[in-house]
Nanobody, 123 residues
Framework: AVNLVESGGGSVQAGGSLRLSCTASGYTVSTRCMGWFRQASGKERERVATVDAHDGTNYARSVKGRFTISRDIIENTLYLQMNSLVPEDTAMYYC?????????????????WGQGTQVTVSS
């Protein structure tokens, strides 16, 4: 069974940085599409960043240039480096594992999810 465990969330002031980690078991993070999503209170889940098996990345417009998605193959861990955080980045952040080596636009193609880690950015 695939198990994804996120960590690294917390509370920071605007302009600060956080690095989220997602450690996988029962799944090799380098062979499939992996992604970070977030859901703010009262809002729909939003795709933040994805990386495919060929290291192709894609970012939401709102985080491009501030966030970086990466993987450590040895640690089998997915990361999200978040810089220049703003209050609008406040949300629960989820790691997800895709069904295919490429990333699609469909949330349904992400078949395994972590429990989430909370990020709170104060102004």
């Amino acid at each position: 069974a695939v198990n994804l465990v996120e960590s690294g969330g917390g509370s920071v002031q605007a302009g600060g940085s956080l690095r989220l980690s997602c450690t996988a078991s029962g799944y090799t993070v380098s062979t499939r599409c992996m992604g970070w999503f977030r859901q703010a209170s009262g809002k729909e889940r939003e795709r933040v960043a994805t990386v495919d098996a060929h290291d192709g990345t894609n970012y939401a417009r709102s985080v491009k240039g501030r966030f970086t998605i990466s993987r450590d193959i040895i640690e089998n861990t997915l990361y999200l480096q978040m810089n220049s955080l703003v209050p609008e980045d406040t949300a629960m952040y989820y790691c997800a594992a895709g069904e295919y080596y490429y990333c699609t636009l469909y949330v349904e193609d992400f078949t395994s999810w972590g429990q989430g880690t909370q990020v709170t950015v104060s102004s």
